[in-house]
């Protein structure tokens, strides 16, 4: 698998990826580089219930269970608001907790109805945009991207241009002199700290990298040596040709995205821009082969879906 929530290759993703992070702003100062700070404050409703510290630090409860990635949010947005307090500044922490927020959800037909309901209309969602620009939940579309851009804060507002140079220094260090010389730093790197730990050595880091990609590498071959996969990829291949859809691969890892991935690598430039006119019949086809390959296959995704989960697998390019 090429990693279908972060794929390199695929548009798609590129375009869908949440491109949102929480901007900040202070009490006495700051600047709006929240994008530098927790990945994890990507774009979506946070929806969770707050609780406020001694100092005034806002705090996002963690919702009852999540799993331990989306637990390290938390405890990472929760820590930078903390620390910027201490230095006299707001930070909003922002964690995305609802599945409805994340779009590949809808496309990758691991749930096999709700992906049926967004091919229906959006197809595999690459032309969709051009068709529905005021449809904020359509891939590329206008209202999307302006949804992506906005601030989920008012953290800055009425900030002088000194303030936010103060802020952007305590949220993530100050400036460095070069770029042999930049690290990770202010409250930034504090709540980075608290959620995952001490940064490891240089050392450590390539033998984790290393593991990491052992590890990676012997899931790929698990899964694509399962002879349930194997099989049930075959009849997925089968009848992807038997409605005329080329099929480039035929192992699960390539198999559970590859009609999507192959289809962005032949998008015209414009897609994004073309008239309503022009994008329409490419949309309309657009759908028809998401439906056809949502519904060959569905009996291949729901088997291996749930192998991936105890077998992470990210590409071997990723």
Do not use: W
């Not at 949102?20 to 600047?31: E, F, P």
């Not at 790197?189 to 990609?213: I, N, W």
């Not at 890892?253 to 690598?265: A, F, P, Y």
């Amino acid at each position: 698998m090429t990693d279908i929530r972060g794929s390199l290759v695929t548009a798609l993703a590129v375009g869908l990826l949440p491109l949102l992070a929480a901007c900040g702003g202070g009490d006495s100062g700051g600047a709006g580089a929240k994008s530098a700070a927790s990945s994890g404050s990507s774009g979506g409703g946070s929806g969770a219930a707050t609780t406020t510290t001694a100092n005034g630090a806002v705090q996002l409860t963690v919702p009852d269970g999540v799993d331990e990635a989306t637990k390290q949010q938390y405890i990472e947005e929760n820590a930078i608001a903390v620390c910027m307090k201490k230095q006299g500044f707001t930070y909003t922490p922002y964690v995305r907790t609802s599945a409805a927020a994340d779009p590949l959800a809808a496309v990758d037909g691991e749930d096999y109805a709700r992906a049926k309901q967004f091919r229906q209309k959006y197809g595999f969602g690459y032309y969709a945009g051009a068709v529905y620009p005021n449809d904020p939940n359509v891939p590329f579309s206008k209202a999307a991207m302006a949804k992506r851009t906005s601030p989920v804060d008012h953290d800055e507002d009425g900030l002088t241009d000194a303030q936010k140079k103060a802020y952007d220094i305590a949220l993530n260090g100050p400036p460095a002199k070069s770029k042999a010389e930049e690290k990770p730093g202010g409250c930034s790197e504090t709540g980075r700290v608290a959620a995952h730990g001490p940064a490891l050595s240089a050392a450590a880091q390539k033998s984790a990298e290393k593991a990491r990609d052992a590890s990676n590498h012997a899931n790929g071959l698990a899964l694509n040596g399962d002879p349930q996969l194997v099989q049930l990829a075959q009849q997925f291949a089968t009848c992807l040709t038997g409605q005329g859809i080329p099929v480039s691969t035929t192992q699960p890892t390539g198999m559970v995205d590859m009609v999507r991935l192959d289809i962005s690598r032949k998008l015209p430039e414009n897609f994004m821009s073309m008239s309503k006119d022009v994008a329409l019949p490419l949309l309309n086809k657009d759908i028809d082969i998401a439906l056809k390959d949502l519904d060959c296959g569905k009996k291949f995704r729901a088997a291996y879906f749930p192998e991936e989960k105890a077998k992470p697998y990210y590409g071997e390019d990723g």
